[in-house]
């Protein structure tokens, strides 16, 4: 399975697997003991697909740095998010020598070698890019092309009465008619 079907939800601890959808969200099973929860629309949810890093020169997804880590590691998990600040800014120097220290805390290193172990523990180490070739063939598909809907015809408004219709008084009390008669 790849980062696609990966959550992060605010305020639970640990990842989610994307289970199925519900009525009024999607059920999700966490990664740290295996039970399934209901997320509803007013959890904050982020894909891991969807996570970037930031570097001197760009943004760096998730999944390019998960796989500068599991490169280093040959795979395996690596030190423990629970590490001292200076231990876990030291080995994503390592892993990621441009990142933007002002921009990457401690608290989001911590975070993501938590989620690299956690990953690697239920064994979600594949860190490919999503299925591109699926995608591809999916563009070059021969499909017609769709015809714009033709707009719907008018339906033929009555024809305009041409009998006068009745003048109001205007201020001076004279109609329309009546003025143009005195001339």
């Known amino acids: 399975m790849s980062l696609e079907k990966v959550l992060s939800i605010s305020g639970k601890p640990g990842l989610y697997k994307l289970k199925t959808q519900t009525r009024t969200g999607f059920l999700a099973e966490s990664l740290l003991d295996g039970k399934t929860i209901n997320v509803s629309g007013r959890h904050n949810v ?8 930031y570097t001197l020169t760009e943004e760096v997804p998730l999944r390019e740095v998960f796989k500068k880590i599991s490169e280093k590691e040959d795979g395996k998990e690596t030190i423990s998010h629970k590490a001292s600040k200076e231990e876990l800014e030291e080995f994503f120097f390592g892993v990621m020598p441009d990142y933007d220290e002002d921009r990457v805390y401690a ?16 064994g979600l180490n594949d860190f490919s890019e999503a299925k591109e070739e699926t995608k591809k063939s999916e563009e070059g598909t021969s499909e017609k092309p769709k015809e714009p809907k033709k707009p719907a015809a008018k339906k033929a408004a009555a024809p305009k009465s041409t009998a006068p219709k009745a003048s109001s008084a205007k201020k001076g009390g004279a109609t329309k008619s009546a003025a143009s008669r005195k001339t």
Not at 46 to 53: G, K, R, T
Not at 107 to 122: A, F, R
């Open 46 to 53: 982020s894909l891991l697909s969807e996570i970037a890093v």
């Open 107 to 122: 608290s989001d290193i911590k975070k993501i070698v938590q989620w690299y172990n956690m990953l690697v523990k239920n």
